[in-house]
């Protein structure tokens, strides 16, 4: 399967974004998808996933009650809503996606397929 992450810019603090990460290939609802992001000088840093139905969903901590994660199998898109952005959540965000893992991973050596990366810029 192949991944195309969109959606990031540059917005003020408290502002909202929705990244989107479009799958081409077969059998795209039977994958996990995750976001990730990784900002200048740190390392990829898992933010959220979802489970094949989109009935599991997990987050890291500094993102819950800001973001939610959502899919829509029939478009093959995962989708990321970022609300009350902070300027710390500064970083390009990736989509990853495996089918091989029956649950939730939040390492990024547990995803085989990658997206190129949107970057997300937030003001103060």
């Known amino acids: 399967v192949q991944l195309q992450a969109f959606g990031g810019g540059l917005v003020q603090a408290r502002g909202s974004l929705r990244l989107s990460c479009a799958a081409c290939g077969r059998n795209f609802r039977s994958y996990i998808v995750a976001w990730f992001r990784q900002a200048p000088g740190k390392e990829r840093e898992f933010v959220a996933a979802i489970t094949w139905s989109g009935g599991s969903t997990y987050y890291a901590d500094s993102v819950k009650g800001r973001f939610t994660i959502s899919r829509d199998n029939a478009k093959n898109t995962v989708y990321l809503q970022m609300n009350m952005l902070k300027p710390e959540d500064t970083a390009v965000y990736y989509c990853?996606?495996?089918?091989?893992?029956?649950?939730?991973?939040?390492?990024?050596?547990?995803?085989?397929?990658w997206g190129q990366g949107t970057l997300v810029t937030v003001s103060s």
């Open positions: 990853a996606a495996d089918r091989t893992i029956s649950v939730i991973n939040t390492t990024p050596r547990s995803y085989g397929y």
